[in-house]
């Protein structure tokens, strides 16, 4: 890749998250300069496959499309993706930088594949019968980014990529906080059934505005939860170099406040949209930068609640954690 090239890729992801996120935006001035790069190659592909499932561009939404069309264009991705992967040739910029930032930050290639299983949930039309389930869209979705964004900035150990994993999973519930009603209206809905039903508002009523109150109730358990997990990403933001630490503080700040505005404003979170000012934004970067001295230093960072809902991979490793005691087990009462 030439350097006229480099140029190029750099110009098109920095317009597409100055674009498309202004509040990821602000928080990745703060990256180390080659560190930012990395983020915003992998930010534009990321943008790039939810926009072209979503029918998108840039967030507006162009027009629903028929699930059909969807499932070949989710298909493409996956093939042009592993294409990318296997190093092939790729004229696509966007591709061009998530074959670079893989390669060059050794992103376990699961990762980027499990990003796009999380659009397919979306393609598939599926429903969350239960909060686990919308954890697990969640985590599919933006829990991954949260990891492979970790991995850019050197993070390696597994307690690290977790915490990572809990950062984007509370962003995501902020999102279906604060963009419920505007799903519903298009047909999506991410809020756990269960809730609903005890709630009583049927799924496909929510956007109406007689259960706004109802719907405001479960929602504000959401954020509960979501809570929860800002909490537990406290630690792994610690562990990251210092420039890195205070760009991802920043962003969790801001996006915090949003779930908070959603809280104080009530049922009526929906009449308009919740959007961060300028100030606010400065004001996140300042008191980031408190927040990250005093966690270096003073501050004790409480350890992950166990009952937390965890990433796959962390699952899988603590179920073969369990199976491997038990067999050790099994085998000395053999003796």
């Not at 992801?13 to 928080?27: D, L, P, T, W």
């Not at 926009?51 to 499309?65: A, E, H, K, S, Y």
Request: one cysteine or more; glycine letters at 8%; charged letters at 25%.
């Amino acid at each position: 890749m030439t350097l006229r090239d480099n140029d190029h890729l750099a110009r098109l992801s920095e317009a597409v998250i100055r674009n498309g996120s202004k509040s990821f935006a602000a928080a990745s001035k703060l990256f180390d300069s080659r560190t930012r790069a990395s983020v915003h190659l992998l930010y534009a592909w990321c943008r790039h496959c939810d926009d072209v499932i979503d029918g998108q561009d840039l967030g507006i939404r162009q027009g629903v499309g028929a699930p059909g069309p969807q499932i070949g264009t989710l298909q493409m991705l996956r093939d042009q993706t592993a294409q990318a992967l296997e190093g092939a040739p790729m004229r696509d910029p966007v591709f061009q930088g998530l074959q670079r930032v893989v390669q060059e930050h050794a992103i376990p290639h699961h990762h980027v594949f499990e990003l796009l299983d999380g659009f397919a949930m979306d393609v598939d039309g599926r429903e969350y019968e239960t909060l686990s389930e919308t954890l697990d869209y969640c985590y599919h979705v933006a829990g991954v980014v949260g990891v492979m964004m970790s991995a850019i900035m050197g993070a390696r150990e597994e307690a690290t990529l977790d915490r990572a994993a809990d950062l984007g999973i509370a962003l995501q519930l902020t999102n279906i906080a604060r963009d419920v009603i505007e799903d519903a209206q298009t047909g999506r809905m991410y809020l756990p059934q269960q809730w609903l039903c005890e709630a009583g508002v049927p799924a496909a009523e929510v956007a109406e505005p007689q259960h706004r109150q109802a719907v405001f109730r479960v929602v504000a358990r959401l954020l509960d939860v979501a809570e929860q997990f800002y909490e537990a990403s406290e630690a792994g933001i610690a562990r990251l170099p210092v420039r890195c630490a205070w760009a991802v503080e920043t962003a969790r700040v801001v996006y915090r406040q949003i779930g908070r505005e959603v809280m104080k404003r009530g049922p009526g979170a929906w009449d308009a949209r919740i959007a961060t000012t300028g100030a606010q934004k400065l004001g996140a970067i300042g008191r980031s930068a408190l927040t990250l001295g005093l966690t270096r230093t003073w501050v004790k960072v409480p350890a992950r609640e166990h009952n937390l809902w965890t990433r796959p991979k962390a699952r899988r490793a603590a179920s073969d954690a369990q199976a491997s005691f038990a067999n050790a087990c099994s085998n000395r009462q053999g003796y």
